[in-house]
C-alpha cells in the first residue's frame, strides 16, 4: 500500500492486551495485531509501547512502513484513562500519527457495541465498568480500579477466591475443591500467598477467574457465592443504565459469556449482541464521524431508587 493513502488506526487498550486494527479509507482491514497491557496503571511509557507495538505488528501486515504513519488518524481507547494527569500526560507524548485522539476503553467499547448511537455497555472483564451514551452525554459507572472498585471483575472474583482460600487454611472456613485447587497454586502454603500479593497485579488476580468459574458451574459452593456476588455487581450496573432511560444494553469483555448465564432472566432478556469491539468504537473517533460525548456523572441517589424497580 503506497504511504500516501490516509489510514485509520483503532487501538483497544486494556489491562490485559492491547489491540491494534488499521483501517483504509473505505473501511477496508488492513492489518491487526495485538500486544501486552495498555493500561495507565502500568505506567505511561509501558502503556505506549504496548501500542507502539501492536500498531507497529499491524502496520508490518498492512504493508505499510513507518513513513505511512503520518498519513493515520488514531484513536485510542485507553484503560486508566480517568487516572488524575493521565490524559495530560498522554497528550505530551511525542506521536508519528497525523492526529491521536485518547478515550476510554470503557468509551470505545460503548461506541463500538452501539455504532456510536445510544446505548451502554458494562464491562466484565479484568476490571469492570459501565459506559452508557444517551442524547450525546456520557454517564459512566464504577471502573475506579482493582481494588477499590472493579466489583464483578476477573480482578475481584480472585481476590474474593483467594481471601477464601487464606480462611480455609486457618480452618476458618470450608475447605472446597475450589479453594483446595487455589491454595494448591501456592504450594498450600498461606505466606507463599503473602509473598505473591505484594506484588501481583489486577492481571494477576484476575487469572483465577476462569478456575473460579469452573468450579462454580461444577456446583462448588463457595464458587457459587462468588460468581453470583460477581453477577449481582454486573446487574446493578445494568439495573442503573435502565434506570437513566438507557434501554439498548451489552455485556462485553473477556468473562462475558462466563457471567450471563448467572444475570436475572430479566436482565439476560434485556441484553443484545454488541454491533462490534472497541477498536471499532476507536476508529470511529479516528474517522471523526462523531462528536464525543460530554462527560456526566449520575444522580447516585435517583438512580438507586429507581433501579430497584427493574429487579426481578
Same mark, same amino acid.
Given at each position: 500500500?503506497?504511504?500516501?493513502?490516509?489510514?485509520?488506526?483503532?487501538?483497544?487498550? *486494556?489491562?490485559? &492486551?492491547?489491540?491494534?486494527?488499521?483501517?483504509?479509507?473505505?473501511?477496508?482491514?488492513?492489518?491487526?495485531?495485538?500486544?501486552?497491557p495498555?493500561?495507565?496503571?502500568?505506567?505511561?511509557?509501558?502503556a505506549?509501547?504496548?501500542?507502539?507495538?501492536a500498531?507497529?505488528a499491524?502496520a508490518?501486515?498492512?504493508?505499510?512502513?513507518?513513513?505511512?504513519f503520518?498519513?493515520m488518524?488514531?484513536?485510542?481507547g485507553?484503560?486508566?484513562?480517568?487516572?488524575?494527569?493521565?490524559?495530560?500526560?498522554?497528550?505530551?507524548?511525542?506521536?508519528?500519527?497525523?492526529?491521536?485522539?485518547?478515550?476510554?476503553?470503557?468509551?470505545?467499547?460503548?461506541?463500538?457495541?452501539?455504532?456510536?448511537?445510544?446505548?451502554?455497555?458494562?464491562?466484565?472483564?479484568?476490571?469492570s465498568?459501565?459506559?452508557g451514551?444517551?442524547?450525546? &452525554?456520557?454517564?459512566?459507572?464504577?471502573?475506579? *480500579?482493582?481494588p477499590?472498585?472493579d466489583?464483578?471483575?476477573?480482578?475481584?472474583?480472585g481476590l474474593?477466591?483467594?481471601?477464601?482460600?487464606?480462611?480455609?487454611?486457618?480452618r476458618?472456613?470450608?475447605?472446597?475443591?475450589?479453594?483446595?485447587?487455589?491454595?494448591?497454586?501456592? #504450594?498450600? #502454603?498461606?505466606?507463599?500467598?503473602?509473598?505473591?500479593?505484594?506484588?501481583?497485579?489486577a492481571?494477576d488476580?484476575a487469572?483465577f477467574?476462569?478456575?473460579?468459574? &469452573?468450579?462454580?458451574?461444577?456446583?462448588?459452593?463457595?464458587?457459587?457465592?462468588?460468581v453470583?456476588?460477581?453477577a449481582?455487581a454486573i446487574?446493578?450496573?445494568?439495573?442503573?443504565?435502565?434506570?437513566?432511560?438507557?434501554e439498548?444494553?451489552?455485556?462485553?469483555?473477556?468473562?462475558a #459469556?462466563a457471567?450471563?448465564?448467572?444475570?436475572?432472566?430479566d436482565?439476560?432478556?434485556?441484553?443484545?449482541?454488541?454491533d462490534?469491539?472497541?477498536?471499532?468504537?476507536?476508529?470511529?473517533?479516528?474517522?471523526?464521524?462523531?462528536?464525543l460525548?460530554?462527560?456526566?456523572?449520575?444522580?447516585?441517589?435517583?438512580?438507586?431508587?429507581?433501579?430497584?424497580?427493574?429487579?426481578v
Amino acid at each position: 500500500m503506497g504511504t500516501k493513502d490516509t489510514t485509520y488506526l483503532g487501538i483497544d487498550g *486494556g489491562g490485559t &492486551r492491547c489491540r491494534a486494527r488499521i483501517e483504509d479509507e473505505n473501511g477496508r482491514v488492513l492489518g491487526a495485531a495485538s500486544s501486552g497491557p495498555a493500561t495507565t496503571r502500568i505506567g505511561f511509557e509501558k502503556a505506549w509501547r504496548s501500542i507502539m507495538e501492536a500498531t507497529e505488528a499491524a502496520a508490518a501486515q498492512a504493508g505499510l512502513t513507518r513513513e505511512g504513519f503520518a498519513r493515520m488518524h488514531a484513536g485510542i481507547g485507553l484503560a486508566g484513562l480517568g487516572r488524575r494527569g493521565a490524559e495530560a500526560a498522554l497528550n505530551k507524548i511525542a506521536h508519528p500519527f497525523a492526529s491521536v485522539i485518547f478515550i476510554s476503553d470503557g468509551l470505545a467499547a460503548c461506541l463500538g457495541a452501539h455504532s456510536g448511537a445510544d446505548g451502554a455497555i458494562v464491562v466484565a472483564g479484568t476490571g469492570s465498568v459501565g459506559v452508557g451514551l444517551i442524547d450525546g &452525554r456520557e454517564i459512566r459507572l464504577a471502573g475506579y *480500579g482493582f481494588p477499590v472498585s472493579d466489583e464483578g471483575s476477573g480482578a475481584d472474583i480472585g481476590l474474593q477466591v483467594v481471601r477464601l482460600a487464606l480462611r480455609a487454611a486457618d480452618r476458618r472456613g470450608e475447605l472446597t475443591p475450589l479453594l483446595s485447587e487455589v491454595l494448591g497454586a501456592f #504450594d498450600h #502454603d498461606p505466606y507463599q500467598a503473602v509473598a505473591w500479593s505484594e506484588e501481583a497485579r489486577a492481571t494477576d488476580y484476575a487469572a483465577f477467574a476462569p478456575i473460579v468459574i &469452573r468450579h462454580a458451574n461444577q456446583g462448588d459452593p463457595v464458587g457459587r457465592r462468588i460468581v453470583e456476588r460477581a453477577a449481582d455487581a454486573i446487574g446493578d450496573l445494568l439495573d442503573l443504565f435502565l434506570a437513566r432511560g438507557i434501554e439498548r444494553l451489552s455485556l462485553v469483555g473477556g468473562l462475558a #459469556d462466563a457471567i450471563t448465564p448467572w444475570l436475572t432472566p430479566d436482565l439476560r432478556a434485556r441484553l443484545r449482541c454488541p454491533d462490534a469491539d472497541a477498536a471499532a468504537g476507536a476508529l470511529l473517533v479516528a474517522r471523526g464521524r462523531l462528536e464525543l460525548p460530554e462527560r456526566e456523572l449520575p444522580k447516585r441517589e435517583a438512580d438507586q431508587e429507581q433501579a430497584s424497580k427493574f429487579r426481578v
